[in-house]
T-cell receptor, first 112, second 111 residues
Framework: DAGITQSPRYKITETGRQVTLMCHQT?????MFWYRQDLGHGLRLIYY???????DKGEVPDGYVVSRSKTENFPLTLESATRSQTSVYFC???????????FGQGTRLTVV | GEDVEQSLFLSVREGDSSVINCTYT??????LYWYKQEPGAGLQLLTY?????DMKQDQRLTVLLNKKDKHLSLRIADTQTGDSAIYFC???????????FGAGTRLFVKA
């Protein structure tokens, strides 16, 4: 299906485990983003990517790693999950730097 | 630094107008956006305004921008129960990838 999809939709993991959240878009958008959404904070940018093999830190990158070997995929890895990383994670893509961002449905991650 | 602020809750009666307000700090903002998030879903762009505009109207939606006061508002006319959602104000600045989001305003529409 066309669009932007995230998987899994829900994930529970234990403190210290590595977990990867997947994001896939079918539009060949150049730009992709990862945000986390927490009550009272709105959306905060974790990492973004301007093109394949180009990534950069956002506002809250600590504890996260991203890669972009292909334009359509932008996985987010928590190398050693902590309880403070319990959140809803949104992936987004856009054609240009300031054009409309299209969001995935989100991944609700709980770290216990 | 860049910051976007909005009130967290708004409650209106069905059929009334809703006005959601937002203030931002970066005077170099070029685009200002309103996104809508329905329960269990991602954000969807509702409308946006260029910083050189004062007003934009799109059916039931009216966006007002006061650049001097760095104040943005979204007016929804004839609010319906289907408008119940969280509304995010966001700004982007020239040359930057970052779009800065507010914390979101949860709109409750009472029947």
């Amino acid at each position: 299906d066309a669009g932007i999809t995230q998987s899994p939709r829900y994930k529970i993991t234990e403190t210290g485990r590595q977990v990867t959240l997947m994001c896939h878009q079918t539009w060949s958008h150049s730009y992709m983003f990862w945000y986390r959404q927490d009550l009272g904070h709105g959306l905060r940018l974790i990492y973004y990517s301007a093109a394949a093999d180009i990534t950069d830190k956002g506002e809250v990158p600590d504890g996260y790693v991203v890669s972009r070997s292909k334009t359509e995929n932008f996985p987010l890895t928590l190398e050693s999950a902590t309880r403070s990383q319990t959140s809803v994670y949104f992936c987004a893509s856009s054609e240009g730097r300031q054009t409309e961002a299209f969001f995935g449905q989100g991944t609700r991650l709980t770290v216990v | 630094g860049e910051d976007v602020e909005q009130s967290l809750f708004l409650s209106v009666r069905e059929g009334d107008s809703s006005v959601i307000n937002c203030t931002y700090t970066d005077s170099s903002s070029t685009y200002l956006y309103w996104y809508k998030q329905e329960p269990g879903a991602g954000l969807q762009l509702l409308t946006y305004i260029f910083s050189n505009m004062d007003m934009k109207q799109d059916q039931r939606l009216t966006v007002l921008l006061n650049k001097k006061d760095k104040h943005l508002s979204l007016r929804i006319a004839d609010t319906q129960t289907g408008d119940s959602a969280i509304y995010f104000c966001a700004e982007s600045t020239p040359g930057g990838f970052k779009t800065i989001f507010g914390a979101g305003t949860r709109l409750f529409v009472k029947a």
